[in-house]
């Protein structure tokens, strides 16, 4: 199947939802953090810590698959040049809705996080990709296109998702599945089509292997990692973080 097409539609699905994670940031969001009072997410709970992002007013940052209006619209509040470029055009509609709103001058792009190539080498200064690549099923032409696109000592925040996440049933809390994961290969049919039935987005786990070391291996240098869980929405959160955000920047 075509997995990009898919999710695509998933991700507007959850908009016409109002899934969390498609939810936009408040006028008053936009107020507090104009008076210092900002937070953004890179996983589910914890906030990034201020002291990883470089001065933001006039920081070129690319908000990838960061679509639904909640961190492109805080940056840029804060004098950032803000492109979101997301699958999902819905999701899009929430930065571009935002922007026109107050004036942000958020672009927004439309498009396979695999394939950048509408950006030109050396672009941005920041890459800002909340936890997105568990809907991509290969990660290894992100890492790459990320660091294309960065300028030298360019930054890409992440988030990633352990795999053993995935492997283990969440009810019966045993382990399962074999790594790597993905809903198309390792769920038993009917599983599957319980997903597809629920337009649900279809997701990969893939190996810390390709998460951290493919970083590395485009030519990353790692400078900063957090674990994160789910805020006691998954029984997993009793046993282990389930999230990793990391900070890498374009060293040459």
Known sequence: MDIVKYNKAAWDNYVDKKDRWTIPVSEQELENGKNGNWNVLLTPKKS????????????????????????????ASLGAEVTIFDNSEKQLLQDKTLS??????IKTVQGDMKDLSVFADN??????????????DNILPVWKECFRVLKPN???????????????????????????????????????????????????????????????????????????????????????????????????
């Not at 990883?52 to 961190?71: E, M, N, R, T, Y």
């Not at 672009?123 to 991509?136: A, E, G, K, T």
């Open 48 to 75: 990034v810590p201020h002291h990883w992002f470089p001065k933001l007013k006039g920081l070129k940052i690319l908000g990838l698959a960061s679509g639904g209006g909640q961190q492109g619209p805080i940056f």
């Open 100 to 105: 026109d709103r107050f004036n942000l001058n």
């Open 123 to 136: 672009s941005f200064d920041l890459i800002f990709n909340p936890c997105s690549i568990v809907f991509v």
């Open 154 to 252: 360019g930054i890409l925040m992440t988030g990633l998702i352990n795999p053993i996440s995935f492997q283990i049933d969440e009810e019966s809390l045993k382990l399962i599945y074999k790594q790597p994961f993905s809903d198309l290969h390792s769920l038993p049919a009917e599983k599957l089509e319980e997903l597809k039935k629920d337009k649900e987005a279809l997701v990969f786990g893939h190996s810390l292997t390709d998460q951290i070391n493919g970083q590395l291996e485009a030519g990353f240098s790692l400078t900063n990692l957090y674990e994160d869980n789910w805020g006691e929405e998954n029984k997993l959160d009793d046993f282990f973080p389930s999230f990793i955000a990391t900070r890498a920047v374009k060293r040459l």
